[in-house]
């Protein structure tokens, strides 16, 4: 193997640290990577202290959407069939009885949502 134009003759096979965050397997290649952005900023910045209600990521996965499917039924997530998984989910609060639930969705439909479970 060669590095940076320096052969080490030890190193057979170069460590990624690279997981899929739904299978947690190591990911040959470039991960495939979902974001979660809000639609819409926020008027004022939160505080410092303020822990987000949704982790943005970035995630990586594989790129079966298999995979990003089982780790949002993993987290909890709804997944609205409406849309498809792409690299920027958007996460919808649906309130219920138990409090929030939180959807994902592309974003790119015009309808109402169909959330379903995962």
Known sequence: MEIMGIRIPTVIHDNVARRCDGCRQPIDGTPWRVNLLDIVATEAPPAWTDAPVVNPGP??????????????????????????VREIMRPVPIPGPDGVRWGLCDGLHRDDHEFVPT
């Open 59 to 84: 995630f990586q996965f594989h790129p079966d959407p298999k995979h990003v499917m089982a780790w949002m039924h993993e987290k909890g997530y709804l997944f609205c069939q409406r849309g498809q």
